[in-house]
């Protein structure tokens, strides 16, 4: 698509429930990256898929969180069990990978998750 | 490792002043570095970029930056501030365009534009 886009933009989810969260990035951008941004804070990076190379899931808080990226393109960042401290915005962003120019990320508008 | 520090959270000039914007950054490798903008109630943008070509970059807006390896900095300026500036602008860094192309964010400075 034209953007990366994320779905949905906001949600309102109870303690406990598991959410997931979509980002569909730029076509034919290798790299996509989740962050979040949570009330005041900078962009805390969570992980990072590169192609058909293994993610670098080191910025992952806990084992609640994972993400997977099916055939290079979509991904899916799912939270189990979510906490009230997981409340946040979730920011995906892609870019050509290493090798294709390093020319920054375009991010989309990100998902405003809320546990109450 | 990389990391990026941002002096001052909270920057305010009036309109027409000058806007400077610090950021220091920490690299082991020659660093690509980023300017993003966060316009209120919106997603981020790339502002302007330094890929170890002409150290004094242009971006949109009327913004630009100068990469002085000596300093490790790469501060943001615009020689006249504008209403439209305010917003939040977050320096980052990345490892140039090997290895992964994950970016290192600073904790992002507010920028107030006064009447």
């Known amino acids: 698509g034209a953007g990366v886009s994320q779905s949905p933009s906001n949600k309102v989810t109870e303690k406990g429930k598991d959410v997931e969260l979509r980002c569909d990035p730029i076509s034919g951008h290798t790299a996509l990256y989740w962050y979040r941004q949570s009330l005041g804070q900078g962009l805390e990076f969570l992980i990072y898929f590169q192609g058909n190379s293994a993610p670098d899931k080191s910025g992952l808080p806990s084992d609640r969180f994972s993400a997977e990226r099916t055939g290079g393109s979509v991904s899916t960042l799912t939270i189990q069990r979510t906490q009230q401290e997981d409340s946040a915005v979730y920011l995906c962003?892609?870019?050509?990978?290493?090798?294709?120019?390093?020319?920054?990320?375009?991010f989309g508008s990100g998902t405003r998750l809320t546990v109450v | 490792a990389q990391s990026v520090t941002q002096l001052g959270s909270h920057v305010s000039v009036s309109e027409g002043a000058l806007v400077l914007l610090r950021c220091n950054y920490s690299s082991s490798v020659p660093p690509y570095l980023f300017w993003y903008v966060q316009y209120p109630n919106q997603g981020l943008q790339l502002l302007l970029k330094y890929t170890s070509a002409a150290t004094l970059v242009k971006g949109i807006n009327g913004f630009e930056a100068e990469f002085k390896k000596s300093e490790t900095s790469f501060h943001l300026t615009k020689p006249s501030a504008h209403m439209s500036d305010a917003a939040e602008y977050f320096c980052?860094?990345?490892?140039?365009?090997?290895?992964?192309?994950?970016?290192?964010f600073g904790d992002g400075t507010t920028l107030t534009v006064k009447p």
């Open positions: 980052a860094v990345s490892e140039g365009d090997t290895n992964a192309g994950k970016s290192t």
């Open positions: 962003a892609s870019s050509l990978g290493p090798g294709q120019g390093n020319y920054g990320y375009t």
